[in-house]
């Protein structure tokens, strides 16, 4: 398979083919409701004057089979980092080694950027994952707790403080 892929950076055009992975990844992920973002909103953020995040996309003939969507952090500790949002690749060419390229092209963008962090949230129960970053030498640490707060949260907290 590694002769009939290419890994570059996205492009405003591939932005709704972006959104069908990152549905797939939701479904994955056992939340196919929750994804919000639309196509404008990615074109805008992604591509427009104040660049939200760079995507990156693995294509064969011509169609985006995968894709990673990575962002600047600031640690209080480390100083700019980057934080990896998400990487999908297309539930039949999983296992290609289309991951492992978008996984190793995110690793060069960071290490390009001269952060001094690259990092990034993996669900528990994805083993496959776990199992590969640790084989990649990343550290899972899992005494750590991911913490959200929704928009009705945040407003319910607001209007009681």
Not at 33 to 52: C, H, I, M, N, Y
């Given at each position: 398979m590694n002769n009939l892929y290419i890994i570059r950076e996205a492009l405003k055009i591939d932005m709704p083919k972006?959104?069908?992975?990152?549905?797939?990844?939701?479904?994955?992920?056992?939340?196919?409701?929750?994804?919000?973002?639309?196509?404008?909103?990615?074109?805008?953020?992604?591509?427009?004057?104040?660049?939200?995040?760079?995507c990156f996309v693995a294509e064969t003939e011509g169609d985006i089979v995968g894709m990673a969507l990575v962002y600047f952090r600031y640690s209080t500790w480390k100083g700019k980092t980057v934080h990896l949002e998400d990487l999908i690749v297309r539930n039949n060419l999983r296992g290609s080694g289309i991951g492992s390229a978008l996984y190793t092209q995110v690793?060069?963008?960071?290490?390009?950027?001269?952060?001094?962090?690259?990092?990034?949230?993996?669900?528990?129960?994805?083993?496959?994952?776990?199992?590969?970053?640790?084989?990649?030498?990343?550290?899972?640490?899992?005494?750590?707790?991911?913490?959200?707060?929704?928009?009705?949260?945040?407003?319910?907290?607001?209007?009681?403080?």
């Open positions: 972006v959104l069908k992975l990152i549905q797939e990844l939701a479904d994955f992920e056992k939340e196919p409701d929750a994804v919000e973002v639309t196509v404008d909103q990615l074109e805008r953020d992604g591509f427009g004057p104040s660049k939200a995040f760079t690793i060069k963008y960071a290490q390009s950027q001269g952060v001094k962090r690259l990092e990034w949230v993996v669900l528990d129960w994805n083993e496959d994952a776990i199992k590969f970053y640790e084989r990649s030498g990343a550290n899972v640490m899992r005494d750590w707790y991911t913490v959200q707060m929704d928009q009705k949260g945040m407003q319910d907290y607001l209007n009681e403080n």
